[in-house]
C-alpha cells in the first residue's frame, strides 16, 4: 500500500528510527482503526517485492511490515528477500491468521472482533492491547495469559480516546507492573 521512512512510535522499540511497509487487506474491521484505506486490498495494486526491498534498504536496517493485516498474505518471499539484504524484520498483526515469514520481532496487538489463532500468543516477543474503553483492562489480561513468560506486555489508548484511556492505564499499571503504557508517539512527534 506505501512504504516511509520515520520512527516506531509505539511498544518495545519506539523512538526508534525504521523503514516501514504497509501491506493493503484487512478484514478485522475495528470500529477505531486509523487505516481504514487499507482494508481493500483491491485498492491497492501489487508491487514487486525487489522493489520494495530495493528501496527499503536505502534507508534502515530496520524493516517494520505492517498493514492492514499482513499475515491475510505469504510473508515468507518478502521476509526472505529482506532477511537476504541484511535486513532486520518486524511485523506488526493481530493475529487472526497464520503466522508466516522470518522475523526478528512480533508484536501481537489483538483485536476482540478477530481473536488471534492460538499459535500467535507463544510467537508474540511483544503484545500490545489497544484501550478503548474499561473493558480492554480485562481483554488484555485473558490475552496477556496466553503468551510466553518473556513477552513484553504494553497498554495503548486508543487515539480517539486517549483523554479518558490515558487516566485508566496509568492507574492499571502502577497497580499492575507487569503491563508498560505505550503511547503512539508518532502522532504526538506528527510524523508518520
Ligand atoms: S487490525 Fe489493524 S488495520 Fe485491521 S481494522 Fe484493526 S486496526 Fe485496522
Same mark, same amino acid.
Given at each position: 500500500m506505501e512504504a516511509f521512512y520515520t520512527?516506531? #512510535?509505539? #511498544?518495545?522499540?519506539?523512538g526508534s528510527a525504521a523503514y516501514f511497509i504497509r501491506i493493503g487487506g484487512c478484514d478485522v474491521g475495528c470500529h477505531w482503526c486509523d487505516v481504514k484505506e487499507s482494508w481493500d486490498a483491491q485498492n491497492h495494486p501489487p508491487t514487486d517485492i525487489e522493489s520494495i526491498v530495493t528501496e527499503a534498504q536505502k534507508y534502515s536496517d530496520t524493516i517494520v511490515v505492517t498493514g492492514g493485516e499482513p499475515l491475510m498474505w505469504d510473508m515468507g518471499p518478502l521476509t526472505a528477500s529482506l532477511k537476504k539484504s541484511g535486513l532486520q524484520t518486524h511485523l506488526e498483526t493481530s493475529g487472526a491468521y497464520p503466522l508466516t515469514g522470518d522475523w526478528d520481532w512480533v508484536c501481537l496487538s489483538p483485536k476482540k472482533r478477530m481473536l488471534p489463532i492460538s499459535e500467535l500468543y507463544q510467537q508474540a516477543d511483544e503484545l500490545k492491547v489497544i484501550v478503548y474503553n474499561n473493558s480492554d483492562l480485562a481483554f488484555a489480561e485473558e490475552q496477556a495469559a496466553q503468551v510466553s513468560s518473556d513477552c513484553k506486555l504494553f497498554l495503548q489508548p486508543e487515539w480517539s480516546r486517549r483523554d479518558t484511556a490515558i487516566p485508566l492505564i496509568v492507574d492499571y499499571v502502577m497497580k499492575h507492573p507487569k503491563w508498560k503504557v505505550s503511547l503512539q508517539t508518532h502522532k504526538y512527534l506528527n510524523i508518520p
Open positions: 520512527l516506531q #512510535g509505539e #511498544g518495545y522499540h519506539k
